[in-house]
């Protein structure tokens, strides 16, 4: 069992900048891909970014690409999410993922965080 635990959400103006992170209970470096979700009112999840710990792959969806960064600290557990220039359309509730399969990116999750929200106002 992994539990994970997100904080880093709040609201922001337009332009604005935030960092999510994304704790978890044990080491997931060695057997876990994880990533962030987001769903916004009346829309389906979306997998906005994702990364293994071996590094050699790292995803930004095309609505967050050159905006958002992820990244981690094997020594804390923790996943982060940096996000700048921040749009009104990127609010949403905010999940943390682990899964033991690449396919994270279609929603194939072993684990869930419980979301944080991210507000950004015009």
């Known amino acids: 069992q992994v539990q994970l635990e997100e904080s880093g959400g709040g609201l922001v103006q337009t332009g604005g900048s935030l960092r999510l992170s994304c704790t978890a209970s044990?080491?997931?470096?060695?057997?876990?891909?994880m990533g962030w979700f987001r769903q916004a009112p009346g829309k389906e999840r979306e997998f906005v970014a994702g990364?293994?710990?071996?590094?050699?792959?790292?995803y930004l969806s095309d609505s967050v690409n050159g905006r958002f960064t992820i990244s981690d600290d094997n020594a804390k557990n923790t996943l982060y999410l940096e996000m700048y220039n921040l749009k009104p359309e990127d609010t949403a509730v905010y999940y943390c993922?682990?899964?033991?399969?690449?396919?994270?990116?279609?929603?194939?999750?072993?684990?869930w965080g419980q979301g944080t929200q991210v507000t950004v106002s015009s």
């Open positions: 993922a682990a899964s033991r399969s690449k396919t994270i990116m279609m929603g194939n999750v072993n684990y």
């Open positions: 990364l293994n710990y071996i590094g050699d792959w790292r």
């Open positions: 044990r080491r997931t470096a060695d057997d876990y891909f």
